[in-house]
């Protein structure tokens, strides 16, 4: 089964976003939206998981709780690029079921999401 990812970022990188998007092909689709349009995209289809860029987005816990208000069963992971201690403790308090780098490499980034989606499909 392909899943549905939707990513949230500011970024105006477009090489980071399109390596972004090819690492997880494998595994499904990619969305990306931005954090001014990111509720309007998340009610448009089920998604198996939220990626909020922490990196790009001004406030990544109040964007998460969001997503849980709207829909409580929702996935929802982290990536930052300098991930601090508070910023963690905040984010994994909000509820998300992973935190991690923005640098993994392509393969660590597979795993990485190949191991959330496995943990949905053990609960």
Same mark, same amino acid.
Request: net charge neutral.
């Given at each position: 089964?392909?899943?549905?990812? *939707? ?5 105006? !990188? ?12 494998? &595994?499904?689709?990619? !969305?990306?939206?931005?954090? +001014? ?11 198996? &998981? ?5 990196? /790009?987005?001004?406030? #990544?816990?109040?964007?998460?709780? +969001?997503?849980? +208000?709207?829909?409580?069963? $929702?996935?929802?992971? $982290?990536? /930052? /690029?300098? #991930? ?7 984010? *994994?308090?909000?509820? $998300? ?6 640098? &993994? ?5 597979? $795993?990485?999401?190949?191991?959330? &989606? !496995?943990?949905?499909?053990? !609960?």
């Amino acid at each position: 089964m392909m899943a549905n990812f *939707l990513l949230i970022t500011n970024t105006s !990188q477009t090489g980071w976003l399109s390596s972004f998007v090819k690492t997880l092909a494998p &595994l499904g689709n990619v !969305q990306a939206a931005t954090e +001014k349009n990111a509720n309007e995209e998340f009610l448009k289809r089920p998604y198996e &998981l939220v990626i909020i860029d922490a990196a /790009t987005v001004e406030e #990544p816990v109040s964007l998460a709780q +969001k997503f849980y +208000k709207l829909k409580p069963d $929702v996935r929802v992971a $982290v990536m /930052t /690029t300098i #991930p601090t201690w508070r910023e963690a403790r905040d984010i *994994l308090r909000a509820g $998300v079921v992973d935190y991690f780098p923005r640098t &993994l490499s392509g393969q660590e980034l597979l $795993v990485t999401i190949r191991t959330i &989606l !496995q943990e949905e499909i053990n !609960q």
